[in-house]
């Protein structure tokens, strides 16, 4: 499994971005690709999960309402867009695979198999 993720870079308060994760290498039916985030000095969290059989969204209450995630048909791509950005929003963002993963929650999208190298998001004015 591969994942690369792009998209990041420096945006003002209020402002949008759209990151990319490039998925490829699966041979399992049922995976969730993850969005995690760690700012400086913060514990890793889960952003937002999206699953590849029934298509089941997860997000965390920090960012709900003001995040999105998507996908092309067949997952190559898994997209997460952020409106609405705000300093706390700061961190590294990456993109991350569970295999085996149907619906997505909390407890099912924590624990990734696969990681991204990570992109750097950075909201400040």
């Known amino acids: 499994v591969q994942l690369v993720e792009s998209g990041g870079g420096l945006v003002q308060p209020g402002g949008s971005l759209t990151l990319s994760c490039a998925a490829s290498g699966f041979y399992f039916a049922d995976y969730a690709i993850v969005w995690f985030r760690q700012a400086p000095g913060k514990e890793r969290e889960v952003v937002s999960c999206?699953?590849?059989?029934?298509?089941?969204?997860y997000y965390a209450d920090s960012v709900k309402g003001r995040f999105s995630i998507s996908s092309d048909d067949a997952m190559n791509t898994v997209y997460l867009q952020m409106n609405s950005l705000k300093p706390d929003d700061t961190a590294i963002y990456y993109c991350a695979a569970v295999l085996g993963v149907v619906i997505a929650a909390p407890d099912t999208c924590r624990r990734p198999d696969n990681w991204g190298q990570g992109t750097q998001v950075t909201v400040s004015s």
């Open positions: 999206l699953t590849s059989s029934e298509r089941t969204t």
